[in-house]
């Protein structure tokens, strides 16, 4: 059975910030730091890049206005030109609305179903799971999990690694239960 | 040289909206507890049959409707809105406030919020359902109400995007959808906690909704942003949903509607009943659960700020109204202005003056936004007081316009009333379960008022 990895508690935000540095500085790449809420200044402490979802959302967003502008502008003019108290058929004043409503709808699904993605959720099993004291991560627990990916993993200097850290509970995961 | 005497800004204002010795499992404990506890209490129980009962009243009254058509209404030529439409702004004005506190009150940083944000988001979403059931049932032929959408049909026929009423029916939908997804995200973590806590099958429910939540920093930097990215598209979309329902009104000619402070003067009005009913739901909530020390007296101060502010803009825009009717001239647009304050419906206008612009005044003083009976009924009249507001709006503008030959009174019947009150039964059957099943507060967030969640905290910077 393969391994997944190397958990270790900690016991405050401040003590989890603290040693997601020194991880960073010694090297590790595969790691992540587990928080019951996002803690400030994390990204900076892991040496995360910033979010690429802002971009997805964008397109997303642009995509939305361009739909609700042509949609409107084909249904007026080429579809079903139709004479409304003698309103101009591209009366593109008035398409503003729709066009700003789809537009923010499109960004919304972005944002969300961009999340997910970023995020590789759903995902109903993870390794991390079969860890009896994980489960508190949820509520007040801090955890690190270094990965058996990570090209500097070597499992008794990890372990030690995160001992000195002040890390605790000190699990080795399987991939599989 | 950190002096332990002096208190830290943040220390000081954590202790005022987490008063007591609370920490991570605490919160965790009391906000999840409600959701976990294996007796649903009393209050619960008769709440939920009353909020069923009026469920069924709804149920049988729209039957009817859809059977009988709209006749069965009290509207007559020229009142051809009646309590249809009014309920529609009302519903839709209260959802306004879930928005702005989880949307523009994040994007401002004001961390009161999340003691009551994932209540008030609740709270819209229910509302916007109720709110969409009237433009769905107005149509009459309710079977072709999709005619709405713009769906290729055999007929070749596409609706008119120009008409504010069809502008209105995508603002509504866009923003029902969007709350909808903007709940959903801020319950992703405090679903893994529901799921972390529970046993058996409730754990498998939780854990399929928890979507594999883990809590790493790698998914909280996407779902940070997502969840800022929400905030930002949702405050320009909540001030376009009431300003989009006003262009309903103010695109018409009718003097009294054909006005352009409508807008900025529903999105206010929105607000300003919006909080009423967060106020009133919050105050029955934090009673029953015991939730005192999560949902404050501080923060029932803060909302009942937010209330005297939108009231005195909305008593503002009453006072403008009639001084622009006067300047310009307009004997219809006079009329219609003196008729409201002096016609056979006088009594709905001061009732909305009462309600809307004396009530709110008592906010000034600090006694009475800290003093819990004088809220719970402030926040009741604040809503009759926006419904009457609607009232003044719809009826009494539309019974009285160019030509006297053309006026009429307008009666609504007992089936404008139970449709009404049956939206009431829609509204607490579906706030009443989730008060059961999901938790209140955002269990998540409510940590982030605490100064330990800040890695900052107890250290020096030098």
């Known amino acids: 059975m393969s391994k997944y990895g190397v958990l270790a508690r900690f016991d405050s935000p401040q003590s989890l910030v603290h040693a997601a540095e020194k991880v960073r500085d010694e090297g590790f790449v595969n790691f992540d730091c587990h928080s019951p809420f996002p803690i400030h200044g994390m990204d900076d402490a892991m040496g995360l890049k910033r979010s690429k979802l802002g971009y997805l959302i964008g397109a997303m967003g642009l995509t939305g206005a361009l739909f609700g502008f042509g949609l409107q502008t084909w249904i007026h003019s080429i579809e079903y030109p139709m004479n409304i108290s003698g309103k101009p058929f591209f009366a593109y004043p008035a398409y503003a609305i729709i066009t700003f409503e789809l537009m923010v709808l499109f960004s919304a699904f972005g944002a969300v179903f961009g999340m997910m993605y970023f995020n590789r959720i759903p995902r109903f099993h993870h390794p991390v799971f079969y860890s009896e004291k994980f489960s508190d991560v949820s509520s007040d627990a801090f955890y690190v999990s270094i990965e058996v990916d990570d090209p500097k993993y070597d499992e008794n200097e990890v372990i030690s690694f995160l001992e000195n850290l002040g890390g605790t509970e000190i699990e080795v995961l399987k991939d599989e239960n | 040289m950190s002096n332990k005497a002096i208190k830290s800004k943040a220390q000081i204002r954590a202790e005022k909206l987490l008063p007591g010795n609370q920490d991570f499992t605490s919160i965790t404990n009391d906000i999840a507890g409600v959701p976990e506890q294996k007796k649903t209490p009393i209050q619960w129980w008769l709440l939920f049959g009353f909020a069923l009962s009026l469920l069924a009243i709804f149920a049988g009254s729209v039957g009817f409707l859809i059977w009988e058509g709209t006749g069965i209404w009290g509207i007559n030529n020229p009142i051809f809105w009646g309590w249809a439409i009014i309920n529609f702004v009302w519903w839709v004005g209260i959802g306004h ?80 959808t969007v709350s909808l997804l903007f709940w959903y995200t801020g319950l992703i973590p405090d679903l893994a906690t529901l799921r972390d806590r529970a046993k058996g099958f409730k754990k498998k429910v939780y854990g399929f909704f928890a979507l594999g939540w883990r809590g790493g ?59 009423g009913m967060v106020m009133t739901l919050s105050i029955i909530a934090r009673k029953v659960y015991n939730l005192g020390h999560i949902i404050t007296v501080e923060h029932l101060d803060k909302m009942a700020q937010i209330m005297l502010l939108t009231g005195c803009m909305v008593g503002y825009a009453y006072s403008m109204e009639f001084f622009v009717a006067w300047y310009s001239g307009n004997p219809y647009e006079s009329f219609a202005f003196v008729n409201r304050a002096l016609g056979p419906y006088w009594w709905g206008y001061w009732a909305m003056i009462f309600c809307n612009v004396v009530v709110p005044q008592f906010f000034w003083f600090e006694k009475y936004r800290r003093h819990i009976p004088f809220l719970f009924i402030t926040s009741i009249l604040v809503n009759i007081g926006m419904w009457f507001e609607r009232f003044v709006i719809v009826v009494i503008t ?9 006026w009429a009174m307008y009666n609504p019947t007992i089936w404008d009333v139970s449709i009404y009150l049956g939206t009431f039964g829609l509204f607490f059957t579906g ?32």
């Open chain 2, 97 to 176: 406030a879930g928005t702005l506190i989880s949307a523009i009150l994040h994007l401002f940083r004001q961390n009161w919020r999340n003691a009551i944000n994932r209540f008030a988001e609740t709270m819209t979403l229910f509302a916007v359902i109720c709110a969409l059931v009237f433009p769905g049932i107005h149509v009459g032929r309710i079977w072709v109400a999709y005619w709405f959408l713009p769906l290729p049909n055999q007929m070749g026929m596409w609706p008119n995007m120009r008409s504010p009423l069809i502008w209105d029916f995508f603002a509504v939908f866009t923003y029902f």
């Open chain 2, 431 to 462: 706030f009443l379960l989730f008060l059961r099943f999901l938790p209140m507060v955002s269990i998540a967030e409510a940590k982030l008022v605490l100064p330990e969640s800040n890695p900052h905290h107890g250290h020096d910077h030098e």
């Open chain 2, 217 to 275: 920093n790698r998914q909280w930097q996407h779902y940070e942003l997502a969840y800022l990215v929400l905030a930002g598209i949702s405050t320009p979309l909540v001030l376009s949903v009431h300003s989009v329902v006003s262009s309903d009104f103010a695109t018409s000619v009718i003097p009294g509607w054909h006005t352009t402070i409508f807008p900025p003067y529903f999105v206010a009005g929105a607000i300003y009943s919006g909080f």
């Open chain 2, 398 to 406: 539309l019974h009285r316009d160019f030509m006297p030959g053309a």
